[in-house]
């Protein structure tokens, strides 16, 4: 049941009650109730608020930390109750998803996106039920962009442009004379792997890299084993992976070494990949990974944000970027600077990663 329908019926109860008996005080509360309910919401009169979540899978250590966030966020401890759907990166699923949480009579709808299109008619949908959705991760490409409130996610480009402005000076650093690399796409149509993939194709253009192929890994680590295995096989002059995801890197790793080459920075094939998961920075100490561009999966604070302020009538930013950094293996990059700004390379050790919130 929708918190603000049960809240008025109540308000409108308590303000006949008051009306009968008692003086104008109370009944100031109960209409000053009535017209926060009006407004949008009562959270601060501590009614649960229902929030619809429509998460994209399970397929990588970063939507594992992602689903954390939000599951930690949006407990019934701290006044929520949260519908969490998980698609298994099918959008059909995620389009049912939404259908269901518009059923529900939920106070808000979350998404993070499979993909960029086909979003238009079930967010008219929700638009149409006067259910705010609110975008996490992933960015949605839709005809009105009033069929959503507010967007939270990361700066992909700029991912990708970070990542290959430090490749270029490793190489320099190094004295590669020549760059022959290969790209395992995330899931194709996903922000995140338009964004990393249009990085590395700029960078190679600018830069006069030769990339060998181009194939998407599905952000899992499963498939970016059999993409690297497939792509050993094609050619034998690999020396950089550009891996779209962590989970995609430590698939691309055994395919590598099962080939009987060797990774890291004194190896064959230098691995490049984005979300500096536990595991995926745990690496790049060790040199396997040789650089990692931060993709922030901490998500859940941020939309409890965005949903404070609907809550108290508030004006929410449309559009958030979340802040990222780049972490190398070695020092041999200190910072890389990206349309006129700098960004300092974290060098990574023990000591940065036990500092690490995820
Ligand atoms: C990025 C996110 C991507 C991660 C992958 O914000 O959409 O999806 O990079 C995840 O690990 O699967
Ligand atoms: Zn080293």
Known sequence: MKRKVVSTLLCAAMVSTMLVGCGG???????????AT???????????????????????DWRTANSESMKSTFSEENGY??????????QENQITAIRNFIQQEVDYIVLAPVTETGWDTVLQEAK????PVIIVDRMVDVSDDSLYTAWVGSNFELEGKKAC??????????????????DIQGTIGA????????????AAAEYGWNILAMQTGEFTQAKGQEVMESMLKQYDNINVVYCENDNEAFGAIDAIEAAGKTVGPDGDILVMS??????????????????????NPLHGPRVEEIIKKLEAGEEVEKQAYVEEGIFAHGGDVAEVEIDGEKFEVTEVTQEVIDARAY
């Open 25 to 35: 005080g109370a009944d100031n509360a109960a209409s000053g109730d009535a017209a």
């Open 38 to 60: 009006e407004e949008g919401g009562d959270a601060a009169e501590g009614g649960t608020i229902t929030v619809g979540f429509s998460q994209v899978g399970a397929e990588s």
């Open 81 to 90: 109750e949260l519908i969490f759907d998980d698609a298994q990166q099918k």
């Open 128 to 131: 149409d039920a006067d259910i």
């Open 165 to 182: 402005a430090w490749l270029n000076a490793y190489a320099e650093a190094k004295g590669m004379d020549e760059i022959n690399i290969v």
């Open 191 to 202: 922000s995140a792997q338009i964004g990393r993939t249009k990085g590395l194709e700029d």
């Open 274 to 295: 984005f979300d500096t998961t536990k595991a995926g920075i745990t690496d790049t100490l060790d040199g396997k990974i040789i650089c990692n561009t931060e993709c």
